[in-house]
């Protein structure tokens, strides 16, 4: 089992809409939560973390934190064409060295 | 201000040919990381560092080689490349981070590799 899982869709949604993005990880131990965002053809770049439970908002992106289900989710409100982009959730393990990264999620926002 | 910059950024190699992937960071990092990517696939850990002269294995090792002989210079080797290996490569390097206070991985911009 892989330690976060992500529907790597593609989601496909009109200018204006909630974008919802969701991972799933196994190890309730996990405490710190990234989303990464990707542009085509680019290296993934962090666009927010959170740690724990709860939620976390920059702008139009709220990151929000479930530890009682071991669920992560990222929303992008009133989304823009510029916002299509493949979305990363991660992971830090702790007593480990390296990001764990779910498959991806690739959003396409209609003009 | 480079950050991560990977060389090179496309090649062609026919099976059984051999190559080394070049990350280079300019940010003083003690970590650093080869990820693949496919699609549907995700980032897949291939090896990573976490200081000059060591390396470890991640979760798809096989086929490749890696070396940090300087600490903001990581290697990439294919010695004998298969058409399984034709992917996206991404060289990643971080500080050092812990469970509570994380870490961020700044990425290259990818090397496109096929393998005909």
């Known amino acids: 089992q892989k330690e976060v899982e992500q529907d790597p869709g593609p989601l496909s949604v009109p200018e204006g809409a909630i974008v919802s993005l969701n991972c799933t990880y196994s190890n309730s131990a996990f405490q710190y939560f990234m989303w990464y965002r990707q542009y085509s053809r680019k290296g993934p770049e962090l666009l927010m973390y959170t740690y724990s439970s709860g939620n976390k908002e920059d702008g139009r992106f709220t990151a929000q934190v479930d530890k009682s289900s071991k669920y992560i989710s990222l929303f992008i409100r009133d989304s823009q064409p510029s916002d299509s982009a493949t979305y990363l959730c991660a992971i830090f393990p702790p007593n480990d060295y390296k990001l764990s990264f779910g498959a991806g999620t690739t959003v396409t926002v209609r003009a | 201000n480079a950050g991560v910059t990977q060389t090179p950024k496309f090649r062609v190699l026919k099976t059984g040919q051999s190559m080394t992937l070049l990350c280079a960071q300019d940010?003083?990092?003690?970590?650093m990381y080869w990820y693949r990517q496919d699609p549907g696939m995700g980032l897949r850990l291939i090896h990573y560092s976490v200081g000059e002269g060591t390396t470890a294995k991640g979760e798809v090792p096989d086929g490749y080689n890696v070396s940090r002989l300087k600490k903001q210079n990581f290697l990439l080797g294919l010695e004998s490349a298969a058409p399984s290996q034709t992917s996206v490569y991404f060289c990643?390097?971080?500080?050092?981070?812990?469970?509570?206070?994380?870490?961020?991985?700044?990425f290259g911009q990818g090397t496109r590799l096929t393998v005909v």
């Open positions: 990643a390097s971080s500080y050092p981070g812990t469970a509570l206070r994380g870490t961020e991985a700044f």
């Open positions: 940010m003083n990092h003690e970590y």
